[in-house]
């Protein structure tokens, strides 16, 4: 143990944490799924509870890059990791949330299959598969365990990995949704008593803006223009998010997507405020640390009296892990279902061993992934950044026009976008300076080449 990390914990903070972790694990495995439809989208039963707070505690799993990001640039949290995503799901709530539930469809490559054909649904799904395995999430916990108990990193990935997922290969979706419930209460009780606890220690608005650094109480937080901009390209990955096409599929009627979703972007602010709050509350307080990611406990350590601290602590693992199951689990679907299973013959007990078996393989190259990296940020920006020019502008002709883009020019265009824009990425590793080539994000080059290569399809299929 560390003495940054329980060392300053109670045996009643020991007790809330173990309690919290054993609960959400024995919701996990309380029940098994049913049928096939029953694991992958919990037999289209969500309730509006269920399906809102499944959303929030899902979507919002990178809280120790929150941490880093709101300690160095302070309110441009709120303009980098909130504003741009509430854009998104908001035009997803509006224009997308119904329709997808009305299709009756299992998974976004069901749509690209009825568009563009069996070879654009399948690559869809293996794009899919490759972004949504949770190692940026995996990551975050295994850093903040290693925090908690000093154990070494690598044991502390597995620890947090084996927790946050061996319940998916009983219940499925079901599993994910009950714990996700109970991990909405935690997250929000444990942030909510942070930002009491530091408002009436030391007072709210005057404090910071007497203490903290000018430039964090801008938008973009001291950094250019251009590094703020890039997010709310990046953003539109909520578009094409798995997880809400998931959730919509598995809601109960139509008519609660678009009111949960509303629901969800509200709380997600709620949620912002809170931690772009804390962050700031962090930078004053703590002065210069060495790992900004563990800007939130270190604060809470300093804070929060015994069985709080306990209670903020659930709270962060709690967030993390809500995000780590539904995304395994979605990446598992993904390489089982719409990859390897996408068969005429393929049974309902086949492609639920399928789906079983991605998870594994998701769970096997996350944990690789997670244990050689170090910035989470920059995997989500990674991410991002070649998953939307793969995928963006084919989802919206696939879901909004009569006459999409013909299969051929379609896979051509996710190929050849996402391979430029991955390609674009790496260039940082061969520039003297680590910049990208000629100065251009990987998205801007991805996004133009997608419009490209579907325009320039589409003109020679007038011409022929």
Known sequence: MTESGLAHASTLDLTIVAVSVLAVFALGVWKPSGTFGDYLIAGRKLSAPAFMMSLVTSWYG?????????????????????????????????????????SELLSLPDRFASAYGERAAKLCGGIIFLTTMPAAYLLMLGKLLQWMFGWSYPVSLLVGTAASTLYLFRGGLRSVVRTDMLQFLLMYAGFAVMIVALFLQYGGLSFIQANAPRELLTPTGGQTIGAVLVWYFIASTALIEPLFYERAFAAKSERIVLPGMLAAIFFWAVFDFMTTSAGLYARVLLGNIDSPIFAFPELASRVLPAGLFGLFLAALIATVASSIDSYMFLAGAALGRDVLGRRKDAGERELQKLVKIGSVVAALLAFALALFSESVITLWHAIGSIAAPALLLPALFAWFSSSPPRPATTLFSMLGAGSLALMWRLSSFWTADGSYWIGIEPIYVGLVASALIIFAGSMVEKRT
């Open 62 to 102: 990178g809280i120790l890059g929150v941490s880093e990001y709101s300690y160095l640039y302070g309110l441009s949290n709120w303009f980098v990791f909130g504003v741009p995503y509430y854009l998104y799901a908001l035009l997803f709530a509006l224009f997308l949330a119904k329709r997808a539930r009305h």
